[in-house]
């Protein structure tokens, strides 16, 4: 058997780029004469803006630290000890850099085993253990603390979470086993299962202390002195946690069986993550330790060594990294400042968009429309947004004043906007109308002023065409909710100059949007991908396959929601305008199906009534349908579908639509909630074989989102 020393050095040697953690150790004495305790401050150097990981040379340097305290707890030096973080950050788990360079099974083994054999080592003290949560805690960072006696979180801290299902792992150094343990089946499937795949959602510090993860919760401003003085009272035992007794019963059974049911609503069996945290919990039960550590270490291994990780990570660093660095972008130094922006139009869009600049940029914002009564309503909307900010505490009532007051609305467009820096249209989706508006904004904006459009599909250089200064339009495409979707398309029409690009995504990073540029080619990336997707599945429907068949065809990709829901939340009208603008452009895959039309010419709002709780297809909806009777099988229908889209990316990559296949990715988890766990799609047509089925090669090198070879 390997040693813990030997197993890290072995994994420290496959990870030479380590950012690494030291594990200070300091001793002092407790208040009240509750005697010397050493405190271990995990600090990797660098300020928040570069969190504390763990990598095999932290863990190696934890555990050389853990040799000092043990050898002074045995002799009778030290009463306790401590863990705590540097400034804002506790720790944020493993290092995932180094998990991307595995590529043998027993080198990912070695990670689970050499985190669970540090860890543990902290719960076999001779004297009572505690973490002190001060700032960030995930994943490995949450798990070393559970690890410890008693634990205490600061009132401030922003994010804790045990992340690793929403990424392809598992909570592998003691959080699937741990923390059911401790707080019950019940909330551990809350903490790992359903905040995980509800977009990773963290917990605040109240949150973590209402739980019963914390057994005590202090104010920033002086935490860790709070936290060492109630440390002194549990010692000299003038405090006794009490905590309550585990449920091992059926309500166990019932929390792992509700686990089940949320990961199957979220990715439909189709990521393996979920259900190996949730095998690993159910087996907990019995509060075998040990046993648990065992089943963690083998798949953490197994899931390491799967594409899902890959592609789970790959996605991650899409969004961190190359996300926030747009590919293609001008030189930032070319954006002009914007001091005010102007919106055409005060319907539900544009009124969404009037609150967004506001509440970004801070600057006056004026909207315009057609009668003043819309105008009215689009300046209500966005009052009562802020109303509602102040309502939740968000923000307090200086700020609701100062933003009420920066919000306008003006019949003439001349008045509005004859000082406005960036001027959007959020106007109806037909060329005519948005080139009309275009001029009227030219006669009255300053010359230097950028014109955004917000269209969905159509061409920003047609739009721009009949202007004098066709060089400052811009497409910069948002999608529905606005507040709630990241992603935004800037797209660069043939005549758009680089001073127009820059400040659009100057105003992207402001809006905290991310932001990929995209050429000015039909429907851009996401609505042009999702059309095709759409498209193949109205076309088996109007074929003759039943509409369940077609939905639950695509259910193995773990998508948000079903294809026919989407369309629904899009509005079956605009999904018939963007197949009818596609198929103009490109006839020969995109249809029109006359059942969709059908659909929208009867008014409908969708395929489906929801009367029991669940979606029906909807009678009325049913009796329009005209199918012919060619039926299909899931499997066959899948195979059509993701045929459909491979073709697509590979036509948009060579068109140039984007930079890299990278770019799509991007596009499909910011803005049409692709999972994580696919890498958004070019992973996942790789992975499946489709890409190179469908266009001979794959859309990433081998590597890249997979296990390297």
């Known amino acids: ?14 990870f030479p780029d380590e950012v690494v953690t030291q594990a200070h150790v300091r001793h002092f004495d407790l208040p009240a004469g509750a005697g010397r305790f050493a405190l271990i401050t995990l600090d990797n150097g660098l300020d928040h803006t570069k969190p504390t990981t763990f990598g095999p040379q932290s863990l190696a340097n934890l555990d050389t630290a853990i040799d000092q305290v043990e050898r002074e707890a045995a002799a009778g030096d030290i009463v306790g000890v401590g863990i705590t973080g540097k400034p804002f950050i506790f720790a944020v788990g493993a290092d995932l850099k180094g998990v991307e360079l595995l590529k043998k099974h027993e080198d990912a083994l070695a990670i689970g085993k050499g985190g669970h054999e540090v860890f543990k080592r902290l719960a076999a003290l001779a004297v009572p253990t505690f973490a002190y949560y001060n700032g960030a805690a995930m994943g490995g960072g949450v798990e070393v603390g559970l690890h410890c006696k008693y634990r205490t979180v600061s009132k401030a801290l922003p994010a804790f979470s045990l992340p690793e299902v929403f990424l392809g792992l598992v909570p592998g150094w003691g959080g699937c086993t741990l923390l059911p343990n401790l707080i ?58 009490d905590r309550p007794v585990i449920d091992r019963g059926e309500a166990w059974d ?10 199957d609503g979220k990715v439909h069996g189709a990521a393996p993550a979920a259900y190996r945290a949730l095998d690993i919990i159910a087996a907990a039960k019995n509060g075998d330790l040990q046993q648990g550590y065992d089943a963690e270490d083998v798949a953490l291994a197994d899931l390491i060594m799967g594409g899902e990780l890959r592609a789970g990570i790959y996605a991650f ?25 102007g919106v055409v139009g005060a319907g539900l869009m544009a009124s969404q968009l009037a609150l967004l600049f506001l509440r970004r940029l801070e600057v006056p914002v004026v909207l315009t429309d057609i009668d003043q009564e819309r105008i009215d309503k689009g300046v209500g909307y966005v009052h009562a947004e802020i109303d509602k900010l102040l309502g939740k505490g968000r923000i307090n009532q200086d700020k609701a004043n100062r ?3 920066l919000v306008t609305g003006v019949l003439d467009k001349a008045e509005g906007f004859s000082d406005a820096d960036f001027v959007i249209e959020a106007v109806f989706e037909e060329i005519g109308v948005k080139q009309q508006v275009f001029a009227e904004v030219e006669a009255v904006a300053p010359a230097h002023a950028i014109l955004a459009t917000n269209t969905s599909s159509l061409s920003v250089s047609e739009m721009a065409s009949k202007l004098k200064n066709p060089e400052r339009v811009v497409g910069f495409h948002f999608f529905n909710p606005v507040a709630v979707l990241p992603l935004l398309e800037i797209v660069r029409g043939e005549q758009t100059d680089d001073a127009s690009l820059a400040t659009a995504f100057a105003v992207a990073k402001k809006l905290k949007k991310t932001a990929v540029l995209v050429k000015d080619a039909p429907a851009f990336v996401v609505n042009r991908i999702l059309t095709r997707f759409m498209g193949e599945i109205q076309n088996v429907i109007d074929e003759g396959t039943p509409v369940e068949v077609a939905e639950k065809a695509v259910e193995p990709l773990g998508l948000p929601m079903s294809p026919l829901v989407l369309l629904e939340l899009v509005g079956p009208a605009i999904g018939l305008h963007v197949s009818e603008t ?128």
């Not at 660093?317 to 922006?341: E, F, S, Y």
Request: overall charge negative.
């Open 582 to 709: 596609l198929n103009k452009a490109f006839p020969d895959r995109f249809t029109v199906s006359p059942n969709l039309k059908a659909v929208v010419d009867a008014g409908k709002r969708g395929f489906y009534v929801y009367d029991s709780g669940k979606p029906e297809l909807d009678p009325e909806v049913a009796a329009l349908l005209k199918q012919g009777d060619t039926v299909l099988t899931e499997d066959q229908v899948r195979a059509r579908v993701l045929d459909a889209v491979a073709q697509e990316i590979g036509l948009m990559l060579d068109e140039g639509v984007v930079a890299e296949a990278q770019d799509i990715d991007l596009c499909l988890i910011t803005g049409a909630g692709w999972p994580f766990h696919l890498g958004g799609i070019t992973p996942y047509l790789d992975r499946e074989g489709v890409s190179e089925r469908v266009n001979g090669k794959r859309f990433l090198e081998p590597g890249v989102a997979s296990v390297p070879a």
């Open 1 to 14: 058997m390997s040693t813990t020393a030997e197993l890290l050095k072995g994994a420290a040697e496959l």
């Open 317 to 341: 660093n899409l969004v961190q990294k190359r996300g926030k660095r747009p590919a293609g972008a001008p030189d930032k130094n070319l954006a002009r400042p914007v001091t005010k922006v």
């Open 403 to 405: 933003l009420k007051a």
């Open 184 to 241: 019950g089946a019940d909330k551990a499937v809350s903490v790992i299962i359903e905040n995980s795949l509800n977009q990773n959602k963290q917990l605040k510090g109240q949150q973590v202390y209402d739980l019963g993860i914390a057994d005590a919760i202090f104010e920033d401003a002086d935490f860790l002195e709070q936290s060492l003085l109630w440390t002194a009272s549990v010692l000299k035992g003038e405090i006794v946690v």
């Open 254 to 263: 019932q929390a792992v069986a509700k686990g089940r049911f949320i990961a």
